[in-house]
């Protein structure tokens, strides 16, 4: 924000916000009960826009062979994941677990070498081995055409800043939109198969590759470069020889991030007919087998812990800016050769003399019996326990919201959404906000709008509350926060999808069931920025107010809390965007809204049209509670009355 | 960020390091191609692609569409194509609509249990002629609404949808405010049930289940608890010889009534469930093809093989393999000469 900006804020208001808040909710509270049940747009399933959709879905299928490129993309992707399946396919067990102990080695060292070997043998062991490689094989192809492509366009984009400014919004809206939500226009272009599981993918995981490369050339010191061009060096030797090399530990960092979003999209896949674990958790999904999908789920956190950590590794080597020392260099080449006779070594033991063995039986071990038992007792002995909850959540918070939300004029949820906005977040977020809602209603999708909208909101506000609560008990327990960490490590890597099984077991087919999925999915960097927020506050004011006669819970409240208002923001933001992924989701168990109909749009010929535009109604909802949230977080820091700068000043 | 050391900062020691840093890429690169390219030469050495793995034969991909009397007809055909016949068998698990979006790639060669997609056959069996008919499976099919046995004996007029509205209140549920619930399953199965709550002027609510075995521990769950529930439910299914459930009567079929799905205020027909193949499998498919198309079973069987699975605690193999072993008399005839 410019000077002249903050100034213009400094004087403007001169009615406080909360008196504004207060006529804005006074005016909106008049109004509905005056018009309410009048200029509601209710929920049209044969609406005009749905089925000209559906006949340009038919033309798209009569043509398709006809659309430029779209069939050799099509074999060239399926003959890429093809070669990928293939060479992983054909590694004997030893041969694999051998190849990930000798990468880890050559990588990291001794400790690393047996993080992978002991990971890839525990596909065997939890008996996923052939669905566990598939993932594997299909991620890494997945991965590589999300490099081929998003690093050269990083690069433009860290170079020309016209570039950037075109592609960071295109990114934005990759990262809000759904997973779901494109599967079936993907599907209708490239037909069922590992081509269209490759690209989806590929989609979803790309923005990191993209945006990390470009921070890191941006990154690179100026001065280097100035040196550079002084030295005469082209833009191209410039490139080569000085950004990209100085860039290269930040963009390892990008395909790391790719790598682990490109796991938890490769699951959703299956619905296009992905090889994998997808197909273990689908099945258990469909069966409500919640101790399957949990060793389903445990099988992707491993692969997502080998490369995370591999990756790690690879980014500390590039960047260790010193030469090793003579011992030291003849002990990473002793290492490396041993990794390579262990690479060979086990490759041979599996391929020539055991030939192509089965993992053996003996050593199986799996949590889907313990986790089912859990389960049983819980939805026989808990009944009540979880209807309770259910039920008060249904009926005290879901339907009445719901009620109001789709019961008022269309205009009115226009107006108190463009005045939040506003108050919030300032006039760029309101303009943003009214945008998107009057698209919703050019959808037709007004009404599944709101319920989604509901259902995003209550389950906001117990992924904050509750997010708030844990990362405040862990910021003040240590030991609390470290019995926390490896939990919410694995929460993080789950694929979303697994947590509607369990919610699904214990609370049916319904909207809360939605809200709990996303609860679990949405917590963990809530809880985690909470929990920074309040650590980033510098000791001395906290001595100052304990010196000040504050009780733990006045410097909770009055200071720990308020100076980490910017984290919390940003952990709202955060968790507004993941509760809206999952309550789509949702729609596969009984959720409503526009969760049911991207779903539908899916598994439903006739249903396509709405489908898609309820991908689209969803993208529009992400896009507006995201800038709003965002907004909060701009105004907060940009504002001079901020909370850290009234302690000081208290203090 | 802390990964530059103390005195490293100038300019040249970037430089320098930067070359350093490169020499160690390529080292652990070349090693790692190394040992790939020797994997390689073994595994090829070696021999066996994952195609030729189960059999000489070919691959044969089976779409399985998500219930468990679709797995049971998956589990016999796979287990006499594999042991039998030395094919390699592909399971697909894909909804209904999808899986006839695999026959043009090859990505699918056999839907085993169709439940009647009039629209889908007529684009990809008559118009674009990627798929072929291949017979019936000997089921029969049939769709219906149907409520708990105790719910019929306590009120005996609830068996007619025109009585549905006069107890729609004994449905509600948390989901449905003052309407009465109607519990659909997997939003892709073959229904119209929306239609039909519209059509019949029904007070209720279409809440998806979102599968079958979700809408098995509803049913049952309603027979022991005497709770009332009205779902869409189907046979043949192995819990219909374990726990009573009365069909509700809607107006009669009649042909071309299913016609608009959208003005659709009519029952569900009965229907053969038919196999349905790619062309290009129908004609280079050989003995594959012709096992499918004799494959020809009853409800009882196919209830037999879907209890295994289901209440036994059997892998599908492991019930298909049972199945098999027990009843020779009947497969025998299926495998072409």
Same mark, same amino acid.
């Given at each position: 924000m410019t000077a002249a900006g903050l100034a213009a804020q400094r004087i403007v208001p001169t009615v406080p916000r909360s008196a504004w808040a207060l006529l804005l909710a006074a005016s909106t509270a008049v109004l509905y009960l005056a018009f309410r049940g009048q200029w509601t747009l209710p929920h049209n399933n044969d609406a005009e826009l749905f089925s000209s959709i559906n006949a340009l879905r038919e033309t798209v299928e009569d043509n398709r062979d006809s659309i430029p490129l779209i069939t050799p993309i099509r074999e060239f992707v399926d003959a890429l994941v093809e070669v990928f399946l293939t060479v992983f396919r054909s590694f004997s067990w030893p041969g694999l677990v051998a190849f990930a102990g000798a990468l880890g080695l050559a990588i990291g060292g001794w400790r690393l070498g047996l993080l992978g070997a002991v990971g890839v043998a525990a596909f065997g062991v939890l008996g996923l081995w052939e669905s566990s490689v598939d993932t594997l094989a299909l991620t890494l192809a997945s991965v590589l055409l999300a490099l081929v492509i998003g690093i050269p366009l990083g690069i433009l984009a860290g170079r020309s800043n016209r570039v950037l400014r075109w592609i960071s919004p295109v990114l934005d809206v990759m990262q809000i939109m759904p997973t779901f939500a494109y599967l079936a226009p993907l599907a209708l272009l490239f037909l069922i198969g590992p081509a269209t599981a490759a690209i989806a993918t590929m989609i979803y995981a790309i923005p990191p590759a993209i945006r990390i490369t470009a921070y890191g050339i941006r990154g690179v010191s100026p001065t280097s470069v100035e040196a550079a061009n002084a030295m005469g060096s082209t833009r191209s030797q410039v490139l080569r020889k000085v950004q990209l090399p100085m860039a290269f530990p930040t963009i390892v960092l990008g395909i790391n991030q790719t790598m682990m979003m490109a796991l938890s999209m490769v699951v959703?896949?299956?619905?296009v007919d992905a090889p994998g674990l997808g197909k273990d958790i689908i099945r258990a999904l469909q069966q409500v087998d919640v101790g399957a999908a949990f060793d389903a789920g445990i099988a992707i956190v491993i692969i997502a812990v080998i490369i995370d950590r591999l990756m790690s590794a690879l980014g500390d080597r590039v960047s260790t800016r010193v030469a090793p020392g003579a011992a030291a260099s003849r002990r990473r080449r002793q290492q490396l050769f041993l990794a390579v006779a262990i690479a060979i070594g086990g490759v041979i033991v599996g391929r020539l003399i055991l030939s192509d063995p089965e993992f053996p039986d003996a050593i199986a071990f799996s949590f889907q019996g313990f986790i089912n038992d859990i389960t049983n007792w819980l939805r026989t002995n808990a009944t009540h326990v979880t209807e309770a909850i259910k039920n008060v959540v249904t009926f005290g918070l879901i339907n009445p919201i719901e009620e109001v939300l789709t019961s008022a004029p269309w205009w009115l949820v226009l107006y108190a959404v463009v005045g939040i906005a506003i108050l919030v977040g300032g006039a760029g977020p309101a303009i943003t906000a009214a945008v998107c809602l009057v698209l919703i209603i050019a959808l037709s999708l007004w009404e599944h709008s709101m319920e989604t909208l509901t259902t995003v909101l209550v389950a906001t506000a117990m992924t904050l509350g509750f997010g708030l609560l844990l990362g405040v008990a862990s910021a003040r327990n240590k030991r609390f926060s470290a019995g926390l960490r490896p939990l919410?490590?694995?929460?993080?890597?789950?694929?979303?999808f697994v947590y509607l099984i369990p919610a699904v077991a214990l609370f049916g087919p319904t909207r809360f069931t939605g809200v709990v999925a996303a609860l679990i999915y949405a917590i963990p960097p809530v809880i985690r920025l909470t929990e920074a927020g309040i650590k980033a506050v510098p000791p001395t004011i906290v001595e100052a107010a304990t010196s000040a006669g504050s009780t733990p819970r006045q410097l909770l409240l009055k200071v720990q809390l308020p100076m980490a208002r910017p984290a919390l923001l940003v952990a709202a933001n955060q968790g507004i965007v993941m509760v809206l992924a999952m309550v789509v989701v949702g729609g596969l168990v009984g959720a409503g809204g526009l969760g049911y109909d991207v779903v539908a749009g899916f598994a439903r010929r006739d249903f396509f049209g709405e489908g898609f535009a309820a991908g689209i109604a969803i993208v529009l909802l992400g896009v507006m509670l995201d800038r709003i949230t965002q907004g909060a977080g701009r105004r907060q820091r940009a504002n001079p009355r901020s909370a850290a700068s009234s302690m000081v000043r208290s203090a | 960020m802390a990964s530059s050391l103390p005195g490293g900062t100038g300019e040249d020691q970037e430089e320098e390091s930067g070359i350093g840093m490169k020499t160690s890429i390529r080292r652990v690169a070349a090693s790692i191609a190394i040992a790939g390219l020797v994997i390689a030469a073994c595994s090829s050495g070696g021999g066996g692609s994952p195609a030729g793995g189960g059999g000489q034969a070919g691959t044969v991909n089976i779409a399985v569409n998500p219930w468990v009397g679709y797995e049971a007809d998956a589990a016999v055909v796979a287990y006499l194509l594999e042991k039998e016949l030395g094919y390699n068998v592909e399971k697909k698990d894909l909804k209904e609509d999808v899986s006839w979006q695999g026959f043009p790639t090859g990505e699918v060669d056999v839907i085993l249990e169709d439940w009647g997609h009039p629209e889908l056959q007529k684009k990809y069996v008559d118009e674009d002629k990627v798929a072929q008919i291949a017979g019936t499976t000997g089921n029969v099919g049939i769709i219906g609404w149907?409520?708990?046995?105790?719910?019929?004996?306590?009120?005996? *007029?609830?068996? *007619?949808?025109?009585? %549905?509205?006069?107890?729609? *209140? %004994?449905?509600?549920?948390?989901?449905?405010?003052? %309407?009465?619930?109607? %519990?659909?399953?997997?939003?892709?199965?073959?229904?119209? *049930?929306e239609a039909l709550v519209t059509n019949l002027d029904l007070n209720y609510k279409v809440i998806f289940s979102g599968g079958e075995a979700a809408t098995i521990t509803a049913l049952q769950q309603a027979v022991a608890n005497k709770t009332p529930l009205l779902a869409y439910w189907w046979d043949p299914q192995w819990l219909n010889s374990q726990v009573e459930l009365v069909r509700v009567k809607l107006p009669p079929y009649e042909p071309g009534c299913d016609a608009d799905l959208e003005k659709v205020a009519c029952d569900y027909p009965e229907t053969p469930l038919q196999k349905v193949v790619s062309t290009k499998f129908a004609t280079e498919g050989g003995k594959a093809y012709e096992l499918i198309k004799n494959f020809n079973w009853t409800n009882e069987d196919q209830n037999v093989v879907s209890d295994y699975i289901t209440n036994k605690d059997m892998t599908p193999e492991a019930a298909g393999e049972k199945w098999v072993k027990e009843n020779e008399d009947k497969w025998k005839a299926w495998i072409p000469k």
């Amino acid at each position: 924000m410019t000077a002249a900006g903050l100034a213009a804020q400094r004087i403007v208001p001169t009615v406080p916000r909360s008196a504004w808040a207060l006529l804005l909710a006074a005016s909106t509270a008049v109004l509905y009960l005056a018009f309410r049940g009048q200029w509601t747009l209710p929920h049209n399933n044969d609406a005009e826009l749905f089925s000209s959709i559906n006949a340009l879905r038919e033309t798209v299928e009569d043509n398709r062979d006809s659309i430029p490129l779209i069939t050799p993309i099509r074999e060239f992707v399926d003959a890429l994941v093809e070669v990928f399946l293939t060479v992983f396919r054909s590694f004997s067990w030893p041969g694999l677990v051998a190849f990930a102990g000798a990468l880890g080695l050559a990588i990291g060292g001794w400790r690393l070498g047996l993080l992978g070997a002991v990971g890839v043998a525990a596909f065997g062991v939890l008996g996923l081995w052939e669905s566990s490689v598939d993932t594997l094989a299909l991620t890494l192809a997945s991965v590589l055409l999300a490099l081929v492509i998003g690093i050269p366009l990083g690069i433009l984009a860290g170079r020309s800043n016209r570039v950037l400014r075109w592609i960071s919004p295109v990114l934005d809206v990759m990262q809000i939109m759904p997973t779901f939500a494109y599967l079936a226009p993907l599907a209708l272009l490239f037909l069922i198969g590992p081509a269209t599981a490759a690209i989806a993918t590929m989609i979803y995981a790309i923005p990191p590759a993209i945006r990390i490369t470009a921070y890191g050339i941006r990154g690179v010191s100026p001065t280097s470069v100035e040196a550079a061009n002084a030295m005469g060096s082209t833009r191209s030797q410039v490139l080569r020889k000085v950004q990209l090399p100085m860039a290269f530990p930040t963009i390892v960092l990008g395909i790391n991030q790719t790598m682990m979003m490109a796991l938890s999209m490769v699951v959703i896949t299956v619905l296009v007919d992905a090889p994998g674990l997808g197909k273990d958790i689908i099945r258990a999904l469909q069966q409500v087998d919640v101790g399957a999908a949990f060793d389903a789920g445990i099988a992707i956190v491993i692969i997502a812990v080998i490369i995370d950590r591999l990756m790690s590794a690879l980014g500390d080597r590039v960047s260790t800016r010193v030469a090793p020392g003579a011992a030291a260099s003849r002990r990473r080449r002793q290492q490396l050769f041993l990794a390579v006779a262990i690479a060979i070594g086990g490759v041979i033991v599996g391929r020539l003399i055991l030939s192509d063995p089965e993992f053996p039986d003996a050593i199986a071990f799996s949590f889907q019996g313990f986790i089912n038992d859990i389960t049983n007792w819980l939805r026989t002995n808990a009944t009540h326990v979880t209807e309770a909850i259910k039920n008060v959540v249904t009926f005290g918070l879901i339907n009445p919201i719901e009620e109001v939300l789709t019961s008022a004029p269309w205009w009115l949820v226009l107006y108190a959404v463009v005045g939040i906005a506003i108050l919030v977040g300032g006039a760029g977020p309101a303009i943003t906000a009214a945008v998107c809602l009057v698209l919703i209603i050019a959808l037709s999708l007004w009404e599944h709008s709101m319920e989604t909208l509901t259902t995003v909101l209550v389950a906001t506000a117990m992924t904050l509350g509750f997010g708030l609560l844990l990362g405040v008990a862990s910021a003040r327990n240590k030991r609390f926060s470290a019995g926390l960490r490896p939990l919410l490590d694995t929460a993080q890597t789950m694929p979303a999808f697994v947590y509607l099984i369990p919610a699904v077991a214990l609370f049916g087919p319904t909207r809360f069931t939605g809200v709990v999925a996303a609860l679990i999915y949405a917590i963990p960097p809530v809880i985690r920025l909470t929990e920074a927020g309040i650590k980033a506050v510098p000791p001395t004011i906290v001595e100052a107010a304990t010196s000040a006669g504050s009780t733990p819970r006045q410097l909770l409240l009055k200071v720990q809390l308020p100076m980490a208002r910017p984290a919390l923001l940003v952990a709202a933001n955060q968790g507004i965007v993941m509760v809206l992924a999952m309550v789509v989701v949702g729609g596969l168990v009984g959720a409503g809204g526009l969760g049911y109909d991207v779903v539908a749009g899916f598994a439903r010929r006739d249903f396509f049209g709405e489908g898609f535009a309820a991908g689209i109604a969803i993208v529009l909802l992400g896009v507006m509670l995201d800038r709003i949230t965002q907004g909060a977080g701009r105004r907060q820091r940009a504002n001079p009355r901020s909370a850290a700068s009234s302690m000081v000043r208290s203090a | 960020m802390a990964s530059s050391l103390p005195g490293g900062t100038g300019e040249d020691q970037e430089e320098e390091s930067g070359i350093g840093m490169k020499t160690s890429i390529r080292r652990v690169a070349a090693s790692i191609a190394i040992a790939g390219l020797v994997i390689a030469a073994c595994s090829s050495g070696g021999g066996g692609s994952p195609a030729g793995g189960g059999g000489q034969a070919g691959t044969v991909n089976i779409a399985v569409n998500p219930w468990v009397g679709y797995e049971a007809d998956a589990a016999v055909v796979a287990y006499l194509l594999e042991k039998e016949l030395g094919y390699n068998v592909e399971k697909k698990d894909l909804k209904e609509d999808v899986s006839w979006q695999g026959f043009p790639t090859g990505e699918v060669d056999v839907i085993l249990e169709d439940w009647g997609h009039p629209e889908l056959q007529k684009k990809y069996v008559d118009e674009d002629k990627v798929a072929q008919i291949a017979g019936t499976t000997g089921n029969v099919g049939i769709i219906g609404w149907y409520v708990p046995g105790w719910m019929a004996e306590e009120y005996p *007029d609830i068996t *007619d949808y025109k009585n %549905l509205n006069k107890y729609a *209140d %004994l449905f509600k549920t948390s989901e449905t405010g003052d %309407l009465g619930q109607f %519990l659909g399953s997997d939003p892709s199965y073959v229904q119209y *049930d929306e239609a039909l709550v519209t059509n019949l002027d029904l007070n209720y609510k279409v809440i998806f289940s979102g599968g079958e075995a979700a809408t098995i521990t509803a049913l049952q769950q309603a027979v022991a608890n005497k709770t009332p529930l009205l779902a869409y439910w189907w046979d043949p299914q192995w819990l219909n010889s374990q726990v009573e459930l009365v069909r509700v009567k809607l107006p009669p079929y009649e042909p071309g009534c299913d016609a608009d799905l959208e003005k659709v205020a009519c029952d569900y027909p009965e229907t053969p469930l038919q196999k349905v193949v790619s062309t290009k499998f129908a004609t280079e498919g050989g003995k594959a093809y012709e096992l499918i198309k004799n494959f020809n079973w009853t409800n009882e069987d196919q209830n037999v093989v879907s209890d295994y699975i289901t209440n036994k605690d059997m892998t599908p193999e492991a019930a298909g393999e049972k199945w098999v072993k027990e009843n020779e008399d009947k497969w025998k005839a299926w495998i072409p000469k």
